[in-house]
């Protein structure tokens, strides 16, 4: 008998990975594998409101993967994935991102094309695998691409993104510019949260060289209520680069109608940022005009400088 399958995305999930753990789970359940959707951590608002919006319940919480079978979505890297997923067995990989590090002991799936969401890709593979999006999936794939693209207003966008989305508002019955604002509303509410919250909610690690070095992103209509935190948000952030002993540690804090960053920065390495970022640090603080995109704007210049 065949061991079952986790689909699983990464630490400090977003809309989009906890969304195509639960698409891509009832493709390979279409298709008659045993596999379980499942997350590597809490829900934020967005997410939440996603889930009871389109009535699906929330992944399986996977806390240990240790001799696991696992099915990564919306990452590849190790900084990045489920506890004890070193000790696992992952024989697929979906993703959208940078490859990372993650090794295998045998051939496998690999699938990461350069689109604005994991959701998109899911899409295609679900027409390949001419399985139908009923309009729950559609709905759940339009809240990851439209989350993730910031509803197609990302520097991330392609035309196949924009593309996918029409189908998927049609399949839905929503109109998507409507329903995108609904969910820029919702990614607002993490600045509702504590500082600590605020820092990790949206976070992932990478290794650039010898360099360990933490990027999170605040995702806001109002960027205020966050940047009047700033003296608790940067004790928050001195707490976690001496926890985990990161070399840096940068929190975007995106303004979304404005399509524009603050940077705030912790650790050392404040020359470096200055160099990729073609930027100033004042006070700790760098302004990034027309910086949306974390994975396409801040990652690549940052693991070119380091």
């Not at 008659?32 to 996603?50: C, K, S």
């Not at 079978?69 to 990989?93: M, Y």
């Not at 001419?130 to 794939?141: F, K, N, P």
Request: aromatic share 4%.
């Amino acid at each position: 008998m065949s061991q079952t399958k986790y689909v699983i995305g990464h630490q400090q999930p977003d809309t989009d990975t906890i969304i195509s753990a639960l698409a891509c789970a009832r493709l390979k359940q279409a298709q008659g594998e045993d596999v379980i959707a499942a997350r590597a951590g809490e829900l934020n608002p967005e997410t939440q409101f996603v889930l009871e919006r389109w009535d699906v319940e929330e992944p399986t919480l996977l806390e240990d993967a240790t001799d696991e079978q696992l099915i990564l979505v919306d990452h590849n890297e190790h900084s990045q994935t489920v506890e004890g997923a070193r000790e696992a067995d992952v024989v697929e990989i979906i993703d959208h991102h940078r490859i990372g590090d993650v090794e295998t002991s045998n051939p496998i799936r690999f699938r990461n094309e350069p689109v604005g969401s994991t959701a998109t890709i899911l899409t295609g593979l679900y027409d390949e695998a001419d399985v139908e999006i009923d309009e729950q999936t559609a709905g759940l794939l339009l809240s990851g691409l439209l989350s993730d693209t910031v509803v197609l207003r990302s520097p991330t966008t392609t035309e196949t993104d924009e593309v996918v989305a029409e189908r998927l508002a049609e399949i839905a019955g929503v109109d998507y510019e409507e329903y995108g604002k609904e969910l820029l509303k919702q990614k607002s509410k993490l600045g509702e949260k504590e500082p600590r919250e605020m820092v990790l909610g949206d976070f992932k690690e990478f290794e650039f060289g010898s360099y360990d070095v933490g990027i999170g992103q605040i995702e806001t209509v109002e960027p205020a209520p966050v940047l009047e935190q700033r003296d608790a948000v940067l004790e928050a952030m001195d707490e976690v680069v001496a926890e985990r002993e990161y070399d840096l540690l940068v929190l975007l804090v995106t303004d979304l109608l404005e399509e524009e960053s603050t940077a705030l920065i912790a650790g050392d390495h404040t020359d470096t940022v200055e160099a990729a970022l073609d930027t100033t640090v004042e006070d700790r603080e760098a302004f990034l005009p027309g910086v949306m995109s974390r994975k396409k704007q801040v990652v690549p210049p940052l693991e070119d400088a380091f």
